[in-house]
């Protein structure tokens, strides 16, 4: 056994000379029960699309300490090529008070109150294992495989002992519901494959047109400018794309413009410049710089006669009616006869008219122009076209497929060759989008192709029976309409069974009939590698354990292996391998695959791996920039579109808007170009409960935590207070003080929130952030300030997305 100095010695040595730390897990292990302290490596596995290094400090089998990564130069940028530290923010530094919160689930438990009422009484893993695989079979038989739901969940994003245990057994004994989109990026993903062809979180690579240009090409960019989109918030990781932006900037020097309600940290500190709007309009705002740069031939007609259909009738297709292309429709000569002057988009947005045509001139004069938008613009009832609408402002000034520009997508990500636990395939064909499963509960057989965007058959034809769900908050805190949403829930006729796997006792826990603790990553041995809000390079970790099971946890791979067992299917679950072979795979697959890249070198062999920790390496086959091989040659490198180019027009989406069905209300509208929507909920726009509900409000991605995960961490409750952002224009006639109590409701429920008074928001627009545990009292007053408790169960016309961002409300001192 070492001594804690000679083992300190020894990896600071490391440190420098193969620029890792590295604690062999047979340290480790030894250390677990020993009184020495040990560091190991380990990951922020959360949603937040970094996964971030940890390195954790532990004696006793206990972790008293967290750092985070030191290997490396840490003045390292991205963009220069350096592997800079991936630096966890103030969230994975905390992991220690999620590891022993008090919250933590420690027992299996099997509910005893009314459903939701969150009382439970401890049972042992066997009485559990055997419930719940009784009424699983009774499930199927009665009902299908197709009445099953694996409940959305992205709280972590480890390769092994995470998610995929779960589809993996489900897919073993015959599937479950298949659904799609999610609750991130719903509208964008569902339009965008209309315009380019595709959409994926996947990485840029020569011509995906799925994803935006990296962060690291602004340093060729003159002029950045970016909707709804908070780096310094969502992209927190040290050495993810907010350090990688900072760096472009400072090498390039492009001007930097923000547009988003709030002004934002990301403009902290830097000389950029804020441009507020009313929240859903940036298609609008769009609309309205388009037209300054029709009317001042400042549009590349050039690159839009060569690489898209229907930006003038010249490129629209034979089926689309006359006056139906883009100019028109920006002209005034379209079906609503309305041009879409700088006036008009003023009057919409709230941005001034001497803005709307001085950035339209900026934007079509400089080049290189990196146009990108964040999620919030999108995580709207219009979100689908608010997407496309941004994108237009890139394709009329041919700012795509270059150096230093961008789609007007969210910037990418060069993504990594990691392997994690295969899944296999859901047998099950039906598929729909995850944001209507509350429906799929109710009355399954009422949600179509035509009305719900159902795949794979006509209608579902089974009511949701039973849901699992493993390691997410969408039961209940993360999804939309919680007071409507609970009332289905709370009726056991409908879903019969919840399966809650999770590490705390969250919102959603409370609404399981049977409760399963889960281990925390530090607790079980696993890999974790780099994700979608890096940037431009990539890693792979080994996590070993750093701290024992003090309770009666076990690890979700264990969980799902002795259901596997009592359905028969055990061998299949594990090939044959144990958990700790298989991430001997994972590797080992990931070295296959390393094989063909330029730092093929830099990959140990497994057993070097585990014992150094950390392998940081560049995919370095692409200078991410997205639509490069197309803008090159558009014959060669045809997009995934029916006629291979940009459809500003789209033919399918004509027909899908001649054919769909949609609910009879504003804004329900699908057209084949991106346009201006306005829809219910909207201030300014005629909505008839704007009398009662005159401010907009919504829940934007705070620093406080990753959605509802970080919630009960003492140390970020304090640093971040949840708060409700009120300008003083709406605070003062309340008689509303920064510190005051406030209520904030509708019709669909009222929480309770400290009140913040500052400029920093628009006028009529209230925001909070997303993620608080939803905690309401008797009278079903929400204490706990979950911005759902006031969101809609509505879908978003053509995604049968989340419009989280979109509600009216009003706001009282308490
Ligand atoms: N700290 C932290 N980081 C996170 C997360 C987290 O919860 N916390 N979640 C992660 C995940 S899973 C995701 S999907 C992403 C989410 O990333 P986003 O969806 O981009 O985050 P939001 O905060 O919802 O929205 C970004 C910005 O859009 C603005 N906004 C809202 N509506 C509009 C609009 O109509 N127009 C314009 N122009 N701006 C608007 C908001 O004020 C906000 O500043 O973040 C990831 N990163
Ligand atoms: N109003 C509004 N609602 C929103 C959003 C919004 O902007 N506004 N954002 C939406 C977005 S973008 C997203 S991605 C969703 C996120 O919603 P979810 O995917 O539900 O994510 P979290 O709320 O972080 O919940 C993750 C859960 O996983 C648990 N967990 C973490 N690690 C483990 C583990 O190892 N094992 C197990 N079993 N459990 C674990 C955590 O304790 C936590 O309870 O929320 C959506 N909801
Ligand atoms: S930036 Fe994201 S991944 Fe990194 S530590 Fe923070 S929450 Fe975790
Ligand atoms: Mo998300």
């Not at 620029?19 to 009184?35: K, N, R, Y």
């Not at 290094?53 to 750092?67: D, F, M, P, Y």
């Not at 499930?139 to 495989?145: A, C, E, P, V």
Request: aromatic share 8%; net charge neutral.
């Amino acid at each position: 056994m070492i001594s804690r100095r000679s083992f300190l010695r020894s990896s600071a040595l490391l440190g420098t000379a193969a620029g890792f730390t590295a604690t062999p897990l047979s340290q480790a292990v030894a250390a677990a029960a020993a009184d020495i302290e040990t560091v190991t490596w380990s990951a922020c596995s959360i949603n937040c699309g970094s996964r971030c290094l940890l390195r954790c400090a532990s004696k006793n089998g206990r972790v008293i300490r967290i750092e985070t990564d030191n290997t490396g130069d840490p003045h390292a940028g991205v963009a220069d090529g350096k592997f800079p530290q991936v630096r966890a923010c103030h969230r994975g530094r905390s992991m220690r008070q999620r590891l022993y919160a008090p919250e933590r689930l420690k027992y299996p438990m099997k509910r005893v109150g009314r459903r939701g009422e969150g009382k439970f009484e401890r049972i042992t893993w066997e009485q559990a294992l055997d419930e719940i695989s009784a009424r699983l079979k009774d499930t199927i038989k009665k009902h299908t495989n197709e009445s099953i739901l694996l409940m959305h969940g992205s709280g972590n994003y480890s390769l092994f002992n995470n998610r995929n245990c779960t589809f993996r057994f489900f897919n073993l004994i015959g599937g479950n519901i298949g659904w799609y989109s999610d609750y991130s990026a719903a509208c964008i993903q569902n339009i965008w494959p209309y315009m380019f062809g595709g959409f994926n979180y996947g990485a840029v690579r020569s011509n995906n047109p799925g994803v935006g240009s990296y962060m690291s090409q602004i340093k060729n960019a003159k002029l950045y400018v970016t909707f709804g989109n908070n780096p310094a918030v969502t992209r927190a990781s040290g050495g993810g794309q907010t350090w990688e932006l900072a760096e472009a900037l400072r090498l390039g020097g492009a001007r930097m413009v923000v547009i988003d309600p709030i002004r934002t940290d990301s403009l902290a500190g830097r000389d950029a410049e804020w441009v507020p709007i009313r929240p859903g309009t940036d298609a609008a705002l769009a609309a309205g710089m388009a037209y300054v740069m029709i009317r001042e031939n400042l549009v590349d007609q050039a690159f839009l006669d060569k690489y898209c259909v229907g930006y003038d009738e010249k490129t629209l297709p034979k089926s689309a009616p006359k006056g139906s292309d883009y100019k028109s429709y920006i002209l005034g000569k379209g079906p609503d006869a309305t041009p879409k002057t700088p006036e008009w988009a003023s009057r919409i947005t709230n941005v001034p008219v001497e803005t709307i045509e001085r950035l339209a001139r900026e934007i079509a004069t400089t080049k290189p122009t990196f146009i990108s938008q964040g999620w919030g613009p999108q995580r709207r009832m219009n979100g689908e076209t608010q997407s496309t609408s941004i994108a237009m402002l890139a394709l009329l000034t041919g700012q795509v497929g270059l150096p230093g520009t961008n789609t007007g997508a969210r910037e990418g990500d060069s993504y990594g060759i990691d392997t994690g636990f295969p899944t296999g395939k859901n047998p099950v064909k039906a598929s729909f989008p995850v944001f209507l499963w509350p429906k799929a509960v109710v009355d399954a057989k009422s949600l179509t192709a035509k009305n719900a965007a159902v795949r794979g058959v006509d209608h579902l034809t089974h009511n949701i029976k039973f849901i699992w769900n493993t390691q997410g908050n969408t039961l209940i805190n993360q999804h939309g309409g919680i007071n409507a949403l609970r009332k289905i829930l709370e009726d056991e006729s409908l879903v019969e069974t919840i399966v809650v796997v999770d590490n705390q006792m969250t919102p959603s826990a409370k609404f399981a009939d049977f409760v399963l603790p889960d281990t925390m990553n530090q607790e079980i041995d696993d890999l974790e590698a780099d994700a979608y809000a890096v940037g431009d390079y990539n890693y792979i970790v080994a996590c070993p354990k750093a701290a024992s099971i003090e309770w009666e946890q076990r690890p979700n791979w264990e969980i799902m292996r002795e259901m596997a067992k009592r359905f028969g299917v055990e061998d299949a679950y594990t090939e044959g391998r144990t958990y700790a072979e298989w991430l001997r795979w994972g590797y080992e697959e990931t070295l296959k695959k390393a094989k063909s890249l330029a730092d093929a070198d830099k990959f140990p062999s497994f057993d070097k791996f585990w014992a150094e920790g950390v392998v940081k390496y560049r995919m370095g086959d692409d200078d991410g920039i997205v639509l490069k091989a197309f803008r090159e040659d558009p014959v060669k490198n045809p997009l995934p579109t029916p006629s291979g180019k940009i459809e500003i027009y789209s033919e399918r989406l004509a027909e899908i808007a001649r054919t769909w069905e949609l609910p009879k209300e504003k804004g329900q509208e699908i057209h084949p170009i991106p346009q201006f929507i306005a829809t219910k909920e909207m201030r300014g726009q005629g909505d008839p409960t704007e009398a009662k509900y005159p401010l907009e409000a919504y829940g934007y991605h705070g620093a406080g935590r990753t959605h509802s995960t970080y919630h009960n961490v003492p140390w970020l409750r304090a640093a971040h207070p949840d708060r409700l952002m009120i300008n003083p224009v709406d605070a003062k006639p309340r008689g509303i003080e920064t510190g005051d109590k406030v209520r904030v409701f509708n019709d669909r429920g009222e929480l309770e929130i400290e009140a913040f008074v500052t400029n920093r928001i628009i006028p009529h627009l209230v925001a909070m952030p997303q993620g608080a545990w939803y905690s309401p009292d008797e009278k079903g007053v929400d204490k706990g300030a979950c911005i759902n408790t006031l969101t809609m169960l509505d879908a978003t016309p053509l995604a049968k997305g989340n419009p989280s961002h979109t509600n009216l409300v009003e706001v009282k001192k308490l």
